[in-house]
């Protein structure tokens, strides 16, 4: 994805409202909040502003005119420009083709696992998905009900969303399933681990065999 001077999500979230039509920052955020959008992007009305200076630094956005109503302050009303539109296409662009390697703080997890015995991982896990399991209940609950009677168009990202929630919830099922019954690969080491840890073996000598132990099995020839 090509790297660009404005980058923050919200900030697409802006150009696509005032795509629509020229707006004033909190009509923004309303609009965004009633649309449900906080769900796939995070907002902030005290970012907003700075959100907003941005783009209209970088000539994304332009203010069009001042609005009063009665007492109140004044409120400027926005618009996009002609380099505005041209961002917001080429970024959406960019964001519907293009795959990129994103960092869930899940697989963080998943990546230093061994930390945790075998145990406190499947308890872990179990109460994962468990939730998950909420979460998926939840959202097709408000599928039925139509989510605020829009079309699929405008909610598209629920659907993703709720398609990715079932895949993890898969995932975590097997895994758990695969830990519990021993045929997770690497599950001896990994019972070995915190058994010697408990019997009180320092880390740097479990670390030292455990380094030599997968050397062995790296150098061990493999049969057809």
Known sequence: MAKRSVSNPLALAVLA???????????????LRERGKQDSIRLNFGSLY???????SHGFVRAARTEREGNRPERIVYEITQAGM????DWMRDLI???????PDFEAGLSLLPMLSPDEAKA????????L??????????????ERGLPELF????????????????FVASLLERINRKTFGGIDIWEGLHAALAA???????AAQLAARLGEEESTPHHA
């Open 86 to 89: 041209t961002e917001a296409l």
């Open 124 to 131: 872990c896990l179990a109460q994962r998905l468990e939730r």
């Open 200 to 206: 009180g073996t320092s880390r740097e000598e479990i």
């Open 97 to 103: 083709s293009r795959p990129v390697k994103e960092y």
């Open 50 to 56: 700075a959100v907003i200076r941005s783009l209209e």
């Open 155 to 170: 909610l598209i990202e629920s659907s993703y969303r709720r398609a990715m929630l079932e895949a993890e919830r898969a």
């Open 133 to 146: 399991d909420a979460e998926i209940t939840a959202r097709s609950e408000m599928e039925q009900t139509g």
């Open 17 to 31: 409202c005032v795509w629509e039509r020229p707006m004033y920052p909190y009509e923004i955020t309303t609009t």
